[in-house]
């Protein structure tokens, strides 16, 4: 965790070449999520997003994520 306050998390995660995140459902959570360097793959829900350097994403419900 890098910061914390009583209405947000920061928190920066790493997910290296080939590897991906667990899918996880939050269900009194939203989250954006910064992709700071490289390029991936988020699901939300059903819908898979291609994601880069500079992407921004929302999400509540279902999401994962992987490095490509």
Do not use: C
């Amino acid at each position: 965790m890098v910061e914390a306050a009583p209405n947000f998390t920061l928190k920066t995660i790493e997910v290296n070449p080939g590897q991906r995140l667990s899918l996880q459902y939050h269900n009194h959570r939203s989250e954006h999520w910064v992709v700071v360097a490289g390029k991936g793959i988020v699901t939300i829900g059903g819908d898979t997003l291609r994601v880069d350097t500079g992407s921004h994403v929302n999400r509540s419900g279902f999401a994962g994520g992987s490095n490509s």
